[in-house]
């Protein structure tokens, strides 16, 4: 059995474990299925939310990270993250220390389709607040110049504060691969709820809006890549717009 193989086998069963999540997100990050080998990089992530109801306005979260490819099927990555409740009496705290993994489980561009399996745990910073599990398939399909990737995830609350059924978010990219400068592509989340006990559709959180992506390079064996979008809420619980952003000093050695 490959080694790739055998890690998808120790995280089904490690699955197997999660029973739910506060559906909230650290970051509106698209994961994808492949691996570039001998990649370290270092990362900044963020989002804000903007509503003209105060109790939805300024919802934010932001992550910074340091990542390395342990060999061309293993990315692991620790990350810090922050964020804000929506409304107008919270403030900006630290929430999380945060390892996750990603596993190339098949050979890219071989099967119709390339697989990857995520997974995540995240130790809350506060006493009063519950770990976090986060596992599931990446998925990524190439048509030309269109690029196709699916985040299929289940969140579960972890530890003495754990409460509730697990949590299902769905993530997808789609990108035109025009310029590797820029890139144009649209994402969507969602966040329907428990499993098998989905929240009534306008409690749901559902976002969808335009990303531009692009890659910086002669910097020699390194490169600056960075995402910038706009997500429209499309459910009475989600904000009006979501700005998001992503920067990532990518180097080998």
């Not at 559709?201 to 960075?226: K, M």
């Amino acid at each position: 059995m490959r080694p790739r193989w055998r890690s998808l086998a120790t995280l089904v069963a490690a699955a197997g474990m999660i029973a739910a999540a506060d559906p909230a997100r650290a970051e509106f990050r698209v994961r994808p299925a492949e691996i570039e080998g001998g990649e370290k990089a270092v990362e900044l992530n963020g989002s804000y939310g903007f509503d003209r109801q105060a109790e939805k306005q300024g919802e934010q979260s932001y992550t910074a990270e340091i990542e390395a490819a342990v060999n061309d099927w293993w990315l692991t990555e620790f990350e810090g993250e922050a964020g804000r409740d929506p409304g107008p009496d919270n403030r900006t705290r630290f929430t999380a220390a945060t390892w996750e993994n990603l596993f190339e489980l098949t050979e890219p561009g071989r099967y119709w389709a390339d697989l990857g399996f995520f997974a995540e745990f995240s130790r809350a910073l506060s006493h009063q607040s519950p770990d976090n599990l986060n596992l599931g398939p990446a998925v990524t399909k190439v048509w030309g110049r269109i690029v196709n990737t699916l985040n299929l995830f289940v969140a579960k609350d972890v530890g003495s504060h754990a409460s509730g059924r697990p949590q299902l978010n769905l993530a997808w990219q789609t990108r035109l691969t025009l310029d590797p400068l820029i890139e144009p592509g649209i994402e969507i989340y969602s966040a329907p709820g428990a499993l098998a006990h989905f929240s009534g559709l306008q409690q749901q959180d559902h976002r969808a809006g335009p990303v531009l992506y692009g890659t910086l390079r002669g910097f020699g064996a390194s490169a600056l890549n960075y995402e910038v979008g706009y997500l429209f809420g499309l459910t009475r619980a989600t904000p009006e717009g979501t700005l998001k952003w992503r920067l990532e000093y990518e180097f080998h050695f």
